[in-house]
Structures are given as structure tokens and as C-alpha cells.
């Protein structure tokens, strides 16, 4: 089975603070870990990705860490900003399709 | 157009009727997604067609749902006798592969009252 586990469901952070969000998969043949963000009332868009070929990538304020072993992978968002408020979801894939965690709704207070 | 295109954006309809909802990927991609969103929820998949593989089917609800994919394209999904509970915004997404970026579609809100 295909389980994708995304904690926390949601999250409050402070303006300049850290958010961490953390995604644990069960199926061994993922190779594609992506995180994607979305806004209300549009459709989720990729906002970072990494193959199991890293522990981690940067790309500007936004890191994915990826732990194989532990079959997990987090996206960590420093500085944090009010723009940032949106919901998140990880999305690990390979051969079969993607499967998308539950989302965590992410609040930036000023 | 270069991005996933649905249509209707916005669709009311009565209880008991069926209602057909239409998603143009990208040109090329091979995986086409269906998934479904209620308001502050999750992605609930429905249905996934890669290339000319049998539809994995396995997130359809109840038989009142199906979908097709006609020429690897354009794909339709129609839901038959709408009760309330299928109020929900319908999203879409097409990927070149399976371990590639996808890219969604604005979505349906479907409205059953």
C-alpha cells in the first residue's frame, strides 16, 4: 500500500521564524520527492524537488531534507514570510504515480 | 495553451443529474491525474491514465464516477445521479512521466444542490 504520512496538519510560525514540514512514505521504490504549494481557490504548483541521489537541496529560503533510510523527506522554510501562508504537500512518485500527502496549512503571522 | 486547461471553471447542478468535467494536459505529457478537494481539505485521487496502460482506477468513490482519456489527450470525467456530497473542486494534472513535475489545472467547483 501506498501510505503517505505528512505531519503537522497545520502549523502557526512567526514572520522570520522556521517552518518544518515532514513526509513519511512506506514504498521503497520512490525515487521523485517533491513538495508542492497551494494558494486557495488555485491548484497546487511544484515548489521544490529531490531524487534520492542527495540528503538535501536548497533553493533560496526553502531546503528539502531527505532521510532514505527512514523513508522520510521534510521541507524546511527559513525566514518565513506572510506570503508563505498556504497549504503544503509532499507528493513522492517513481514508476507508479504520485501520491500526494494530506497537506499542512501553513500560517505566517506578521 | 501551455497549462492544464479545465472547463468549466464553475459548474451548479441538481441533485440526480449527471454532470461531465473536461481536462486539456499539456500536450505530451503521458500522466494525466484526477483528484478531488473539499473546502480546506486534502487531494483525494480519483483516477490516474498513463499512456495506453489500463487506468488505475482505484481512488473512484462509487460506479456513479468514471473517466476516459481519449487519444492519450483530452480526458473527461463524469459523474452520474450527483448527490450532495460530490460538491467538492475537481483538479486535474498532467506530467511528462510518472517521476516528473506535475502541473494542475484551475480546477472545477462543483456545486450539487
Known amino acids: 500500500q501506498q501510505q503517505v504520512k505528512q505531519s503537522p496538519q497545520s502549523l502557526i510560525v512567526q514572520k522570520g521564524g522556521i517552518s518544518i514540514i515532514n513526509c513519511a512514505y512506506e514504498n521503497t521504490a520512490f525515487d521523485y520527492f517533491p513538495w508542492y504549494q497551494q494558494f486557495p481557490g488555485k491548484g497546487p504548483a511544484l515548489l521544490i524537488a529531490i531524487r534520492p541521489d542527495v540528503s538535501e537541496k536548497k533553493e533560496g529560503r526553502f531546503t528539502i531534507s531527505f532521510n532514505k533510510s527512514a523513508k522520510q523527506f521534510s521541507l524546511h522554510i527559513m525566514d518565513s514570510q506572510p506570503g508563505d501562508s498556504a497549504t503544503y504537500f509532499c507528493a513522492p512518485g517513481g514508476f507508479q504515480k504520485l501520491v500526494f500527502g494530506t497537506g499542512t496549512r501553513l500560517l505566517v503571522s506578521p | 495553451g501551455a497549462g492544464v486547461s479545465q472547463s468549466p471553471s464553475n459548474k451548479v447542478t441538481e441533485k440526480g443529474k449527471d454532470v461531465e468535467l473536461r481536462c486539456d494536459p499539456i500536450?505530451?505529457?503521458?500522466?494525466l491525474y484526477w483528484y478531488r478537494q473539499s473546502l480546506g481539505q486534502g487531494l483525494e485521487f480519483l483516477i490516474y491514465?498513463?499512456?495506453?496502460?489500463?487506468?488505475?482506477k482505484s481512488g473512484l468513490p462509487s460506479d456513479r464516477f468514471s473517466a476516459e482519456r481519449t487519444g492519450g489527450s483530452v480526458s473527461t470525467l463524469t459523474i452520474q445521479r450527483t448527490q450532495q456530497e460530490d460538491s467538492a473542486v475537481y483538479l486535474c494534472?498532467?506530467?511528462?512521466?510518472?517521476?516528473?513535475?506535475?502541473?494542475f489545472g484551475q480546477g472545477t467547483r462543483l456545486t450539487v444542490v
Open positions: 500536450s505530451g505529457h503521458t500522466a
Open positions: 491514465f498513463q499512456g495506453n496502460s489500463a487506468p488505475d
Open positions: 494534472a498532467s506530467s511528462l512521466q510518472t517521476d516528473t513535475e506535475a502541473f
